[in-house]
């Protein structure tokens, strides 16, 4: 088997099997709590209040016989496992709907959030790391150092305050929520069409720039707050990378033979940081997937995390929580998977040990 | 003693190791620093009017100004140094055992099993946190509940109501909150990953397999030779931790979603003054700075300290 494709078969192997166990213990919590408990979650809310304790038992036996909440563990776990195939991911009680489908609806505006972080702190990352490397301790690499442990060191909401009041209070620049009022009417209309749900695209597709501008608007804070932290790991891994790269011979001989020293740290010291710095990008992809809810909350976006955040002091909802952790370690394979496949197109090494086999 | 010279020989060092023990202090001597109101004992403290919405400033009954509320800012921003502390420190212990423990054992297994038990350990990394910590607050209340009891999030944090006796049930409901317990089970990775990159390379050296050869029993393996060589890596990153998980607790917090951060409570508690009227973050200085320099302080200095104990324990810079 060719490398590339064993190290993928062994990373999705992996998955099912963490997955099982992980969601075998949040199952057993859910087990813990009195198969009484959860049938009030499905207990439909215009209950007819003249019903009689006894009705009402009734009613309740009824629904822990229809969802099987009285079966053994395995069995109920058993069930659970059975909807992850059928596309459903199992029915919510607290969401009032099925889960898979109501995750996928707030998928775009997740994924417009996490795709531009990445994208806006990757170019920037890369350069003022390798910038900052290469002129070690010169007036750059001093600012690049000050502002990346100032980056560090600012908590993601904190970060989210200031930029609320400086952007949004103070000069009206920016805003938070995903669109304006009057934009969201107009995203409401016919002849507005929906293509992929990420407004950024599909407002350029419908031709509509207004739209376009607003949506970025108020995406602009919430990618920044997004993103800082990660800029300044990245770059600090790519400087890192260059000033162990620039004392070794193949620099001192480029240099020799008289090669332009921008070419000499873009074309031959950058290729060395690509792989280490592909490293550092997939651990703050998966790292922006799962922390995406501090934006999503404080700049009121309904993103994914609201399938499990309105439902917090509510009886277990297991097929949410548990969907939810699902999805999101999907989300993130997917990631790594792909700045795989970016490291071996981007690193020799990797990509002959795919060639040769 | 070089190892410690060494280490006070930078300066970043002494700022973290002074700030950290001014925290421990703070923890330490919080009843005598800020007594609690006998009648209402808690980390939040009411000196002005319940009624005043206006976060009023400093003057002779609150040194650091008020909340909206009329809560004070000093009294829960001395206790929050406690809350901090126990928090980190209780969170990265037992975070750092389990990765320890995982990890060597990983690597001493060694092999195809020891690649998939670390294979298993890397797929955690995908798992949100906020998925646990919501799905332990949701058991939390209904356990409670169905003990009678009840379980809700204030603004001050979480609050566990019992009518009827303490059972050691609720005595560790009360300690260990639903994010505590959630950060130790999805923050042990890093430390299972470094121990076991460290043990793999020890096990094939001469003094492990001499060790194995007498006849040691693998845990006494662990114990003796394996844990103690891998433990500055491991001291450094939990250094480290004590900061990062007490921001992840403010940040919890202060989005509303668990955790009883006094710091972040006291910020989304003054968050509207902080982001809205006035015209800068600063209009309202004491309702925004001194819980934001005491998180942001906290983090730096354990960070710090982790610098500078992975610089004094780098046996080649030693």
Known sequence: MPPLLQFVVRRFLVVPISLFIITLVLYGGVMLTPPEARADLYMPSNLNQNLTEEQIANLREQIIGRYHLREPFPVQYFYWIKTLFDGTWGYSPSLNEEVLPSLLRRTPVTLELALYSMLFLVPLGMFSGVVAGWNRNGRFDKFFRGSAFLATSTPTFILALVLLSIFYINLGWFAPERVSLNVGLELSKESFKHYTGMLTVDSLLNGRWDIFGDVWKHLAMPVFTLSLYHWATLGRVARATVLNERRKEYVISARARGVAERSVVWKHVYRNVIAPSLTSMALSAASIITGVFVAEIIFDFNGVSNVIVDAMNGIPDAPAALGFAVYSVFMVLLLMFLLDVLQALFDPRVREGVLRA | MRRLRHFFSRWQNWIAFLAI???IYTAVAAPQISPDDPKRPGPFLRVGKATEGRPLPPDEKAPLGMLPHGQDVFHPLVWGARGALQFGLIVTFFTAIFGILYGALAGLI??????????????????????????????????????????????????????????PIIWLFERFNPLMISLIFLSWMPYARIVHSIVILLVRSDFIQAARALGGSPWWVIRKHLIPNSLAPALVLAARDVGGVVLLQATFTFVGIGGDSIWGSMLAQGRNWVIGPGGSVLSYWWVFLPPTIAVMLFGVAWNMLGDGLSDALDPQSA
């Open chain 2, 21 to 23: 023990l001014g925290f």
């Open chain 2, 110 to 167: 060694g092999g195809r099993s020891g690649g998939w038990m670390m294979n298993i350990a890397d797929s955690f990394l995908a798992i949100p946190v906020i998925a646990g910590v919501v799905f332990l607050q949701q058991l939390w209340t209904t356990t409670i509940t169905a003990m009678g009891g009840l379980y809700y999030t204030n603004q001050f944090g979480p609050v566990i109501e019992i009518v009827g006796p303490m059972t």
